[in-house]
């Protein structure tokens, strides 16, 4: 009885070992797109950086990606190990399919969510740059009264002179 317990054991886990690593190969092939998404956001980077996703492991309760982002003007590139945790954790499913919906269902929810948040931020960035315009357009508004007012004063100054004379 103690070899078959054992031996049943170490056949569950290897049963969850194979679902998280169809999940993984599903995830790696059919949804890199959304899984750059988040890596992005979680990475504080420009999805333009993103050059590489990779799941390395899918576990019941987060997904581990390897990232490899490179700047735009940099002539470098970063490793990048993340750890995203999953908003609904998927333990206790004992089929493949029932496994990988959860987790799909998770990274689809990430992915909207960080969607989302990056528009809201681009959005933000924009209204900063119109109101960052519009300070500076004041102050060469100011800028050139000012110098106006100079001259003018000069002009009356001379007005006065040439009057007086």
């Not at 070899?3 to 059919?30: A, P």
């Not at 929810?109 to 960080?114: H, I, Q």
């Not at 924009?126 to 106006?148: F, G, P, V």
Request: proline share 2%; hydrophobic share 40%.
């Amino acid at each position: 009885e103690d070899q078959i317990v054992g031996m049943g054991t170490k056949l569950f886990g290897e049963m969850d070992q194979n679902l998280h690593l169809k999940t993984e190969d599903d995830l790696n092939h059919d949804h890199i797109a959304e899984l750059a998404r988040i890596a992005a956001y979680q990475s504080n980077t420009k999805l333009a950086s993103i050059e590489q996703v990779h799941v390395h492991e899918v576990a019941e309760d987060h997904v581990e990606l390897q990232v490899i982002s490179c700047g735009e003007e940099e002539e470098q590139c970063l490793a990048l190990d993340l750890d995203v945790p999953l908003p609904q954790p998927c333990d206790g499913f004992d089929n493949e399919e029932d496994f990988e919906e959860c987790v799909l269902n998770n990274i689809a929810e990430l992915s909207a969510m960080f969607n989302e948040a990056a528009e809201e931020e681009e959005y933000d960035a924009e209204a900063d740059m119109r109101q960052w315009a519009a300070e500076l357009k004041e102050s060469e508004l100011a800028e050139t009264a000012a110098r106006m007012q100079t001259i003018m004063n000069g002009f009356v100054e001379e007005l006065t002179i040439l009057m007086s004379a």
